[in-house]
């Protein structure tokens, strides 16, 4: 199916717990444990993300990777 187990928020500038679909509580395994499962999804190379445009796909992926910086620590 096409449907996404977490879908990408549609609205402007998503927070980091909004694209991983994680509370403010979520714990540093949650969050490594959901990042997996949306780049499978969300990878622009992904089955999933085929009828995604290229374009939209990368700046997606770039928005999952930030904002997994952000919910490690690694970016602030």
């Known amino acids: 199916s096409t449907?996404?187990?977490y879908?990408?928020?549609h609205h402007p500038r998503p927070t980091p717990h909004q694209i991983f679909h994680l509370s403010h509580n979520a714990s540093q395994a949650?969050?490594?444990s959901r990042y997996?499962?949306?780049v499978r999804?969300?990878?622009p190379d992904s089955a999933h993300a085929q009828h995604i445009p290229a374009s939209e796909r990368h700046s997606r992926f770039q928005s999952i990777t930030a904002a997994y910086e952000v919910?490690?620590?690694k970016s602030r």
Request: avoid cysteine; charged fraction near 20%; glycine fraction near 6%.
């Open 3 to 5: 449907m996404s187990q």
């Open 7 to 9: 879908p990408f928020p």
């Open 30 to 32: 949650d969050i490594k």
């Open 36 to 38: 997996y499962e949306l």
């Open 41 to 43: 999804e969300h990878h």
């Open 71 to 73: 919910l490690t620590g």
